[in-house]
């Protein structure tokens, strides 16, 4: 039990890290698509520009808003971070701790939890750009949670089970992408959405919403929910390559298996380095208009091609 727990702990470290060291590679790639260099200053080639930009936002000192809820609002960052760290026990590795024989249920269970911490952040802070920032954010995350849920439902009727394991081992010989590949499309876009990143970052809509959720929040409270977020990116990159590419059991190695991750993690920034933010309207007619009814079609036929496969 003390051994499963030391590693449980170590996992976690290793994935703040991976967050610090994802977001020099944002901006990195983003300075270089702009044409301009990014840090180079903090240690060789700018590498320990996270651990300084980590000191700084945990050393400033906390804004103290009187009008603000206080419980909830100190407590809405943790729970973000928490529930983005919970995801992480699903973590693909050869070193597994521990299995869960309804992972993807649990995937589903967790994540759409994590629109309340987003919720209560708009809300403790009694700011109206917070609040409408907030309520932006949920209305968006629950339209694309449905799509995301139904594309899910296609790859667990291919599989046949609940069990991240099954669908690895269900690609063995060819991958989910081959025979699913405008799913995989369409999964790509709702988990964009789902992390609220350009071009769909209403939450965060600067000419008219300052920031939106997170605008009275600084220094270690907006770090929690930086890291929140950018855990969450990592981790979707993670189940995209489990979901429709295997695992690192499957037909390549796992430095194959977290180099495709960490290539689908920097399609994020790609996408928010090339599009502009789309209009609020538009991003909901595409979730209800086209997603959804598109997602329900190829739903019917993944249960129909299973049949197939089982009956011959």
Known sequence: MGVSIFWVIISYVCVLLAVAFFTL??????????????????GYLGLIQPLAD?????????????????????????????????????????????????????????SALNVYGTMI????????????????????????????FLILLSVICLSGSFSL??????????????????????????????????????????????????IEYGGGLFALIFLAEYASILFMSMMTSLFFFGGSESVYSEVGFWGLS??????????????????????????WLSFLPVALMILVWSVSFKFLIMFN
Do not use: H
Request: glycine letters at 4%; proline letters at 3%; one cysteine or more.
């Open 25 to 42: 590679l944002e901006r990195k790639g983003l300075s270089y698509m702009q044409s301009r260099k990014g840090p180079n200053k903090v």
């Open 54 to 110: 980590a000191l700084k936002l945990f050393l400033k000192e906390e804004s103290k808003i009187q009008t603000s809820n206080k419980v909830p609002y100190y407590l809405a960052p943790a729970l973000s971070l928490i529930l983005s760290l919970c995801l992480w026990s699903l973590y693909w590795s050869s070193f597994l701790v521990w299995t869960f024989e309804m992972g993807v249920l649990f995937f589903l269970c967790v």
């Open 121 to 148: 952040s708009g809300w403790a802070s009694n700011s109206k750009y917070s609040l409408l920032g907030a309520l932006r954010a949920v209305a968006q995350t629950i339209s694309y949670e449905v799509s995301l």
């Open 165 to 214: 394991k099954q669908i690895v081992f269900f690609q063995f010989e060819f991958w989910n992408v081959i025979i699913l590949f405008p799913i995989f499309l369409m999964w790509v876009v709702a988990s964009i959405a789902e992390t609220n990143r350009a071009p769909f970052d209403f939450a965060e809509g600067e000419s008219e919403l300052v920031s939106g959720f997170n």
């Open 262 to 287: 960490t290539f689908i993690g920097f399609l994020f920034v790609w996408v928010r380095a090339t599009f502009p933010r789309l209009r609020y309207d538009l991003l909901m007619k595409l979730t």
